[in-house]
């Protein structure tokens, strides 16, 4: 029988997506770096911040909603003042385009140590 694995897992793609995420497990991370880089996306290429972690987690691509979420649990707006703080991170159910979708989301308190 064939490992229980996302199929998404298997494309290896270059972003922290849903899939990557045990079932209802959340994942503590620490931020490396924070780039603004040029990300491909349905409207066509776009500059988008791209969060950057310790150890070998994929970077994330930052919306709107979880950078605010970020600035809430950091005290900053300032994407440098980000760098060094851990973050834990979940997959919630989000309304994306029309249709529930898994997304990942930043938790609104400091992961405890």
């Given amino acids: 029988m064939a490992e229980h694995i ?9 972003y922290l997506g849903a899939y990557a995420f045990d079932d209802g497990k959340d994942m503590i991370v620490k931020v490396k770096d924070i780039k603004v880089e040029s990300i491909q996306s349905q409207q066509g290429k776009e500059d988008k911040p791209v ?9 994330l ?8 979420t970020i600035e809430q649990v950091t005290g900053s707006p300032m994407l440098d003042e980000w760098v060094g703080k851990k973050l834990q991170l979940y997959v919630a159910q989000v309304n994306g385009f029309g249709t529930m979708t898994n997304a990942v989301r930043v938790r609104e308190f400091a992961p405890g140590e």
């Fill in 6 to 14: 996302h199929w998404k897992k298997t494309t290896n793609p270059d």
């Fill in 51 to 59: 969060m950057y972690f310790e150890g070998s987690v994929k970077p």
């Fill in 61 to 68: 691509i930052l919306n709107k909603t979880n950078m605010k």
